[in-house]
Structures are given as C-alpha cells and as structure tokens.
C-alpha cells in the first residue's frame, strides 16, 4: 500500500467518502450508524450521511483495525490507530459505547500550520509572534497547554520551526503528528503492546532512551503520565529549549498538570520537591483555545515565576480579551500585552527583537 494511498479507508467508509475527500473538513465524528458530525472551520456540523446498519459500521471499524494489524473485538473494544496517510483513527465498538460503534477520525494536514500561517488567520498577533520566536530562540521550556482539538499540536508545531538549524533535535510521539522544517530531525514514536501483551514502548521509554542520543531539544508530542518527570528532570539538566503539549484549561492548571503526571511515575518523591522542579524546569506555557466563533488562538503567553508560599506564579505577557459575543456567534475581541518579560534584557543582547512593552 502506498504510504499516502487513503483508498482503502473511502472503501470502507464509503458513507463519509465526500468528507475524507474534502480538505477544509478537518475532523469526521461517527455516533453510530445515524449520526455523523464533521468539522469544518473550526466548527462542529451534522450531516445528512449515514451507515446502512450498525453491521456495516462496525465492520468497516474491524477492517481498519485489520489494516494496520491490530484487533478491534470484544476483548480488545478501543483503537486508537494512526493510519497510512497520517490520519488518526479512533473507535470504540459496544458494549463499551453505548450508541452502536464510535469512529472519529482526525485528517491529516498535509501543510502542517507555521506561525506566519497563524498570524495570516489572526490566531496570534505580531507582537505574539517576536514573544514566542525570543522564547525559542532563548531556549526557554515551553509548555503548549490547551483543551481537546484547541491547537496545541499545530502550535508546538509552528514553534518547532523557531529551532535553530543547529541544533539536535529529538521528537517523540504517541502517533507520530509533528513535520518539522530543520534537517538535523530524529523522529521516534512509541509502539503499543502485541496481542499477547508484549512488546510496549511508551513515551516513558522513549524520552529515557532519547537521553542516550544526545539530544540539543527534546519536543515530545504530548505529556500524559510519568514521562512528565524524565522531562522535567532532562528540562532541569542540560536540554533547555525543549517542548511538549499538555491538556489543560489554563496556563497556571498546565503546571498542576505537570505535577500529577510527575507524580504518576510512581518515583517517590514530596510534592514540594515536585511542584519546584516543575516551576524550574517549565519557563513559558503557551495556551491555546477553540473560541465559541470557531476559530483557535493563542489566548496567553506566560512566564512562570519562582515559587511563593509553595504556589505557582506566572506572569502572562500578551492575552487575548474577548470584547463580545453576539448570540449570532459572532466574537469581537483584542490582543494586549502584559508584563515584561524577565527574559527581556536577554533578548536585547541578543540582538532578539522583542514587543514595545514601553519604559
Ligand atoms: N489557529 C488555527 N486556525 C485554524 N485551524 C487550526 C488552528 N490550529 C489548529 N487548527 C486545526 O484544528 C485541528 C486541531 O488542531 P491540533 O491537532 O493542533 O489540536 P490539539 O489541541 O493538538 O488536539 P488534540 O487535543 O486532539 O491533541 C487541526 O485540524 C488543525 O489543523
Ligand atoms: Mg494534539
């Protein structure tokens, strides 16, 4: 099979074949039989589409299963596979879901978003863009936080693109999303356990193993568990510059986070201890938002600060403020810087430019 031939995937998803066809729908979401959502622009549609019978869903979910060698049964009712073409595919089959088989599928983007793009669709201002190009180039830990499908993974993307060729860098995956611009790029991606239970290699795995290989930055896909503390330690030890994603709805929550995947590792270790390694290693955290319009942006850009009574502080340095919302959906609102940046006189040595934040 030709690794960019989707056909087999229209064969058995013959019902949704328009959408897979059609490049400004980005996501296809399948309730069972009769009920099929898309999303296009940012915005979530249901569509007239439909299987003929849960027969026939379930089994074009049992052939996708089959066509990237795993099981889809009764013992095995959850996939969440990465298909040929890049596209990500997730399905759950009954009793589990409860309204006959489940399939989302995530479309692969061919172009993947740079942070020009972003600015282009008004996602993050200029002034957001010069922010985030210091923070990289200063090789600041960063953390792009935000909700399910806001945009961290095409942020950490863009941001990836501010490394500067020089440098090594690693990526690791769960399902392997990221195409970066910089030739010096090794790409890793974990591997899920065999029929008989063999055979795993998590993110855990990878980010140990990555450290043998003399990584410059690591940029890891998405923290979900213990890997969050070899990340941290490696952040705190000589591979400053490196990134991650994270699932959180709001910056100051991306660090709490940080701390209980820290603390799902299992290595004994006192939240204090903890919770400074997090406030040392993370430098920035970039949040994301699918905003009720549709449309993601980059909502807030923080630093995070030394520690005060055991709490986290951050300093946000450009924010997005929503004005309005009309009932029609319609948002208006504005970018506005923050604080300084403490990295500030840094970036100004290093002949970075940096917004006007004035005085
Ligand atoms: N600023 C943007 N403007 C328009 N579309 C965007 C923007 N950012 C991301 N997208 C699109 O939104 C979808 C979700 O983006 P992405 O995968 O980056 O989100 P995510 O937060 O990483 O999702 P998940 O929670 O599933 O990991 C993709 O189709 C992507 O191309
Ligand atoms: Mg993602």
Not at 87 to 108: D, E, L, N, Q
Not at 112 to 138: C, Q, R, W, Y
Not at 206 to 215: C, E, K, N, Q, T
Not at 250 to 273: F, H, K, N
């Amino acid at each position: 099979m030709n690794s960019n031939d989707a056909s087999f995937l229209v064969l058995f998803l013959a019902p949704v074949r328009e959408y897979l066809a059609d490049d400004k729908v980005s996501e296809i979401l399948i309730n069972g039989p009769n009920q099929i959502y898309i999303e296009r622009g940012g915005k979530l549609e249901l569509t007239s589409a439909a299987f003929a019978s849960e027969a026939q869903l379930k089994a074009a979910a049992v052939n996708i299963a089959k066509s990237v060698d795993r099981q889809l049964d009764d013992m095995h009712p959850d996939l969440d596979a990465r298909l040929p073409d890049g596209s990500r595919v997730h399905a759950t089959i009954p009793p589990i879901s409860r309204c006959g088989t489940i399939i989302s599928i995530r479309k692969f983007k061919k172009d993947m978003l740079t942070l020009a793009k972003l600015e282009g669709f008004g996602s993050v201002p200029h002034d957001g863009v010069l922010l985030l190009n210091a923070i990289v180039k200063l090789r600041k830990n960063t953390i792009v936080s935000g909700g399910t499908s806001s945009g961290k993974t095409s942020v950490l993307n863009a941001l990836s693109g501010l490394i500067p060729e020089k440098d090594r860098i690693l990526v690791l995956e769960d399902a392997s999303e990221l195409q970066l611009q910089q030739q010096h790029c090794v790409y890793f991606e974990t591997r899920k356990p065999d029929k008989h239970g063999e055979g795993e290699f998590t993110i855990r795995d990878l980010v140990i193993a990555s450290l043998r290989l003399r990584p410059d930055r690591l940029v890891i896909g998405e923290i979900r568990g213990g890997e969050a503390l070899d990340l941290l330690q490696a952040m705190n030890t000589g591979h400053s510059g490196s990134m991650s994603t994270i699932h959180a709805n709001t910056p100051i929550d991306a660090l709490s986070r940080m701390e209980t995947c820290a603390i799902m590792s299992g290595v004994e270790m006192p939240l204090s201890a903890i919770r400074m390694q997090v406030a040392s290693a993370i430098n920035c955290v970039v949040h994301t938002m699918r905003l009720p319009d549709g449309s993601r942006k980059i909502v807030r850009i923080s630093e995070v600060m030394p520690l005060e009574n055991s709490e986290y502080r951050m300093r946000d340095l450009m924010y997005w403020k929503t004005d309005s919302l009309a009932p029609d959906g319609t948002l208006t609102g504005h970018f506005a810087l923050g604080e300084k940046p403490s990295f500030f006189a840094d970036a100004g040595i290093m002949g970075i430019e940096l917004p006007d934040y004035g005085g």
